[in-house]
């Protein structure tokens, strides 16, 4: 897992990628200000003991401040949805939605903002950058947004 810090309004912002596994430590990762918000669409798996260590992190955070969450990748929502005390300890700001085109079966996320909904918002796939083709979400959309009813 890398990890960098960057100073937003009031706070600071953490981006987080790769793998949150074993041995993931989040203890070098410095905070400041009162807003803490975690970017996460690089975050590319998610596996028990990195859920743990994620989770204490997320608690070690709320101490100091309201916790934010951006662009969470497909496998942090995947985590939102298993975890309803995950899913408590963030203010869920916007999620990436997998794409795929069934013409040519390219694959992409797109942003779409979820912040104050409690349920799935309809999403705009963009045409396919490959082909041209309308794309389709991957998965079903109250299945994958189901973290928002929570």
């Known amino acids: 897992m890398r990890s960098s810090t960057h100073t937003v309004d009031g706070g600071c912002a953490i981006t987080l990628e790769g793998d949150i596994a074993e041995g993931a430590s989040f203890s070098d990762i410095q ?7 975690l970017q996460l669409a690089g975050v590319d798996r998610i596996n028990s003991r990195g859920l743990n260590a ?10 100091r ?6 662009q969470c990748s497909p496998a942090v929502v995947v985590q ?10 963030l203010a869920i700001g916007s999620v990436m ?24 918002p309809a999403v705009e796939a963009p045409p396919c ?16 947004f189901a973290f928002l009813r929570m």
């Open 31 to 37: 905070v400041h200000g009162r807003r803490i918000v």
């Open 54 to 63: 994620f989770m204490d992190f997320l608690k070690r955070l709320s101490l």
């Open 65 to 70: 401040a309201a916790v934010e969450a951006e």
């Open 80 to 89: 939102l949805n298993l975890n309803p005390a995950l899913t408590s300890m």
């Open 97 to 120: 939605v997998p794409l795929e085109c069934p013409s040519c079966d390219f694959e992409s996320v797109t942003p779409v903002p979820v912040a104050g909904l409690e349920r799935a």
């Open 129 to 144: 950058s490959e082909c041209g083709a309308a794309m389709v979400v991957a998965e079903p959309e109250e299945r994958y």
